[in-house]
C-alpha cells in the first residue's frame, strides 16, 4: 500500500475510533441521561469534531476518493463540525443525541467498509 493511501487509511481509522468513543460514553445511557451529563456531553463533541476534521481532510487531500464514495457524507460530517466547533455557543445537545443515534451507526459501517475495502486493496 502506498504511503498515499495509508494516510487515507490513517483518516478513516480516526474517524471509526471516534465513533466506537462516542458509542462508549454513551452505551448506557438514554437521551435524558444524556441531556444530563455535561462531561459526556463534552467529551462526545470532542470526537465529533475529529469525526468532522478528517473527513474535511479526506475531501481536501482525496478529492477523488470522496468523489468516489458520494454516499458517504463527508461533507456533512465536516459542518457539523464547523458547527460544534465555532457555534460552540449554541449547540443543542438534543441534536448531538439525534445525530448519535439516527446518523452515526450508518456513518460508521461506511467507514468500517472502505477501510476493509482498502485494505484488501
Known amino acids: 500500500m502506498s504511503r498515499d493511501a495509508l494516510?487515507?487509511?490513517?483518516?478513516l481509522g480516526h474517524i471509526c475510533t471516534a465513533i466506537e468513543r462516542i458509542e462508549r460514553y454513551t452505551?448506557?445511557?438514554?437521551?435524558?441521561a444524556f441531556?444530563?451529563?455535561?462531561?459526556?456531553?463534552?467529551?462526545?463533541?470532542r470526537n465529533f469534531e475529529i469525526v468532522g476534521?478528517?473527513?474535511?481532510?479526506?475531501?481536501?487531500?482525496?478529492?477523488?476518493f470522496a468523489a468516489a464514495h458520494p454516499d458517504?457524507?463527508?461533507?456533512s460530517a465536516y459542518e457539523m463540525r464547523n458547527v460544534l466547533a465555532h457555534g460552540y455557543h449554541?449547540?443543542?445537545?438534543?441534536?448531538v443525541w439525534k445525530?448519535?443515534?439516527?446518523?452515526?451507526?450508518?456513518?460508521?459501517?461506511?467507514?468500517q467498509a472502505l477501510i476493509a475495502s482498502l485494505a484488501n486493496a
Open 7 to 11: 494516510l487515507l487509511v490513517e483518516y
Open 27 to 32: 452505551a448506557e445511557m438514554d437521551q435524558t
Open 35 to 45: 441531556l444530563a451529563n455535561e462531561l459526556v456531553q463534552d467529551a462526545v463533541i
Open 53 to 64: 476534521e478528517a473527513s474535511r481532510n479526506i475531501g481536501k487531500y482525496y478529492p477523488a
Open 72 to 75: 458517504v457524507d463527508f461533507s
Open 90 to 95: 449554541q449547540v443543542e445537545p438534543e441534536i
Open 99 to 111: 445525530t448519535i443515534i439516527k446518523s452515526l451507526p450508518a456513518f460508521k459501517r461506511q467507514i
